[in-house]
């Protein structure tokens, strides 16, 4: 059975597709790939912000009143 490529909602057989254009879809391939690593990484950096944001306010919070914050909840 051979692979089918989908272009806006159009079917096309892979084996038929020209040598540029098997070379474009390969570049397509490789850019969506890429984007999808991008993505993945820009969520786990906005996680560590997040986590570092939360840290930062945890220290200022037991730098003004003294209390080890993080000891009130083991």
């Known amino acids: 059975m051979s692979q089918k ?3 806006d ?6 084996e038929s597709l020209s040598p540029e254009a098997k070379a474009i879809l390969e570049k397509l391939q490789h850019t969506e ?10 969520a786990l950096l906005t ?5 570092y ?6 220290e200022m919070i037991e ?4 209390v080890d914050i ?3 909840f083991d």
């Open 63 to 66: 730098g003004k009143s003294g």
């Open 70 to 72: 993080a000891s009130l």
């Open 33 to 42: 790939t890429q984007i999808q690593d991008k993505q993945n990484i820009s």
């Open 5 to 7: 490529i989908n272009v």
């Open 53 to 58: 944001i939360h840290e930062l306010k945890r």
């Open 9 to 14: 909602g159009v079917e096309y057989d892979f």
């Open 47 to 51: 996680r560590s912000k997040k986590s």
